[in-house]
C-alpha cells in the first residue's frame, strides 16, 4: 500500500463475513396489500430480495477503521508484526473521484453495529442502501469500521488484480476483481509499527513511508505495563 500509494476494493461478496451485506438482513415478508393481488406478493418478495443480491453483487467497498490501537485487529490482522496506515480521508475522497469512471464515485460510511433480529422491514421501514452496505454483528463492533463504497468502479491508470489462483481459469468471476484506486502522498498522514515487527520490515516501510511522504508521523506500537492496551511512542 505504501510502496504502490494506494487502496484495496473488494467486492461486497468477498468479504470473511457471511452475514456481511447480505440482503438476508432485510425483512421481506410483510407485503403490502395490491389492487387484485398484482403483482402477486410472492412476486413482490422475490423482487426484493434480487434487488439487494444485485446490490450486493455490484458493490465494491474499502474497509477502514477509526481506531489503531485495537488488541483484537493487531492480533488476528497480523500477530503484532505488521503495520496500521492512518489516512487523511478528505485528500483520499478527493484523489478517488479524481480518477474514477464509474456509476457512482466513492463515499464514506460509518457501519453500524446491532443484532439481526433488528432487520427493518423492506417494504415499510424503507430501508436504505446504506442499511445492507454498513450494518454488521455486534461481535464486530471493537473494529469501528469506516467503509468506502462504490458501485462497478473503474479508475483511470488505476491497478486491477485477479488472485494468483485464478490466472488459469478460462472464466473468472467479475466480483474477484480487487480494484486499485492510486492516492497522493498527503493521504498519508501516519504509520504505526506493530509491536512484534521485524527490524527488517520496519526498516523498509519507513523509508517506503518517508519517500512518499516527507512529512508522515511514524509510530512505533508498545505494550503499557499498567493496563492490558497499547500506546504509541513516535520515533520520527
Not at 94 to 122: N, S, T
Request: hydrophobic share 35%; glycine share 4%; aromatic share 12%.
Amino acid at each position: 500500500m505504501l510502496e504502490h500509494h494506494n487502496l484495496q476494493f473488494t467486492n461486497a461478496t468477498k468479504f470473511n463475513d457471511p452475514f456481511d451485506c447480505h440482503p438476508a438482513l432485510f425483512d421481506y415478508s410483510n407485503v403490502p396489500v395490491t389492487q387484485n393481488n398484482w403483482p402477486p406478493a410472492d412476486f413482490l418478495k422475490h423482487k426484493g430480495k434480487n434487488d439487494m443480491e444485485n446490490l450486493r453483487n455490484s458493490t465494491w467497498i474499502c474497509c477502514l477503521s477509526k481506531v489503531y490501537d485495537s488488541l483484537l485487529m493487531w492480533a488476528y490482522y497480523s500477530c503484532h508484526k505488521g503495520i496500521c496506515i492512518g489516512l487523511n480521508l478528505d485528500a483520499v475522497l478527493r484523489c478517488c473521484q479524481r480518477k474514477f469512471l464509474g456509476l457512482m464515485y466513492p463515499y464514506p460510511a460509518e457501519v453500524k453495529y446491532r443484532d439481526i433480529h433488528q432487520k427493518p422491514d423492506y417494504f415499510n421501514d424503507l430501508p436504505s442502501w446504506n442499511d445492507l452496505l454498513t450494518t454488521k454483528a455486534k461481535e464486530w463492533e471493537h473494529e469501528q469500521e469506516v467503509r468506502l463504497i462504490t458501485k462497478d468502479p473503474y479508475w483511470i491508470h488505476a491497478g486491477r488484480d485477479i488472485p494468483k489462483e485464478l490466472y488459469e481459469e478460462d472464466l473468472i468471476d467479475g466480483k474477484e476483481i480487487r480494484h486499485y484506486p492510486p492516492l497522493s502522498g498527503d493521504c498519508f498522514e501516519s504509520v504505526y509499527l506493530g509491536v512484534n515487527i521485524f527490524h527488517k520490515d520496519k526498516d523498509k516501510i519507513i523509508k517506503a513511508a518517508k519517500e512518499l511522504n516527507p512529512e508522515i508521523k511514524i509510530y512505533q506500537m508498545t505494550i503499557d505495563p499498567e493496563a492490558f492496551r497499547l500506546t504509541e511512542k513516535i520515533i520520527s
